[in-house]
């Protein structure tokens, strides 16, 4: 897993089916687009959706391979170069806090998609890079990395603090 030279992306679509987000990164112009920005690998984490991903990248030299579960995704996110996420809140932190380059790509599909505040607040922070299905190509193309931001999570003691005297509870 640690080969030298490796760079890979994880897209990962947790416990859901975003078939979309997959469709979007097993098209040969993507996978293209991959291989201009220097990635070798493209691991692919497909949870309940029933679009099967190609392992053979056409005329590219890029490894492919996807799964549908994994008790855990943190090695799969440590080892990447690049993941792209749905607009999960877990997947989000998860991937900032391992301070790991992200693309969080929006699924229309849901009703009331509150996720896509979340993702689009982040992305005008800086913190990471929002798309949709349809413009991810696009996104990895004119993606600068050196303009992400870290993310810094917040301080929840001022929170505990409040709601415990809210509640009643001896401060300390």
Do not use: W
């Amino acid at each position: 897993m640690g080969d030298r030279g490796r760079r890979m992306v994880f897209v990962t679509v947790g416990t859901t089916c975003f078939d979309a987000l997959v469709k979007a990164v097993d098209s040969e112009a993507m996978k293209e687009a991959l291989l201009q920005k220097g990635y070798t690998d493209l691991v692919i984490q497909m949870g309940r959706g029933t679009y099967m991903p190609s392992k053979v990248s056409g005329s590219s030299t890029l490894q492919v391979d996807y799964f549908t579960f994994s008790p855990s995704i943190a090695d799969y996110i440590r080892e990447a170069s690049l993941v792209i996420s749905h607009a999960g809140s877990g997947s989000i932190f998860e991937t900032l806090r391992l301070s790991k380059p992200l693309i969080v790509v929006v699924n229309e599909d849901l009703m009331d998609n509150h996720q896509s505040e979340l993702a689009e607040e982040l992305a005008e922070r800086k913190h990471l890079f929002c798309a949709r299905p349809q413009t991810l190509r696009e996104a990895v193309e004119a993606m600068d990395l050196t303009a992400l931001q870290p993310y810094e999570p917040g301080d929840a003691k001022p929170v505990v603090t409040l709601i415990n005297k809210f509640l009643g509870f001896p401060v300390g």
